[in-house]
């Protein structure tokens, strides 16, 4: 059975040749490994609609009585009163809470990063 060939600089390094004046490269990064001052503004994934079904509702309602708002009157109100509640819940919605998929919004990051820059000197 025959023995697996490998690369020479792979015998090179495995034998230690390499320390006679063939040393592997050292890796040196093009600019200091730390955070930036800020991140991009990314606009947030918008959430799922909301009040759906109760705008279909109301627009078919309309459409069976020629857009005639007053035997509606009930599928407006509910309408309107999902809208009331669904922006209610935005407003109290904190800005501070991690979003549905857990991650800081950009804004929130940024003011993070505002409060404990990054320390580029030495004392």
Request: charged fraction near 30%; proline fraction near 7%.
């Amino acid at each position: 059975m025959a023995a697996p060939s490998y690369p020479a600089w792979v015998t090179r390094w495995v034998s230690g040749q390499w320390r006679n004046k063939k040393r592997p490269p050292t890796l040196r990064p093009p600019r200091a490994l730390a955070l930036a001052d800020k991140v991009a503004n990314r606009r947030e994934q918008s959430t799922e609609a909301t009040c759906i079904t109760e705008m279909s509702v109301m627009m078919a309602c309309w459409k069976q009585n020629d857009f005639n708002d007053v035997p509606c009157a009930e599928e407006i109100r509910a309408f309107y009163d999902c809208v009331a509640k669904a922006e209610k819940e935005r407003r109290n919605q904190n800005e501070d809470t991690l979003s549905s998929r857990g991650n800081l919004p950009s804004s929130k990051v940024n003011k993070l990063l505002k409060r404990f820059p990054q320390i580029t000197h030495y004392v």
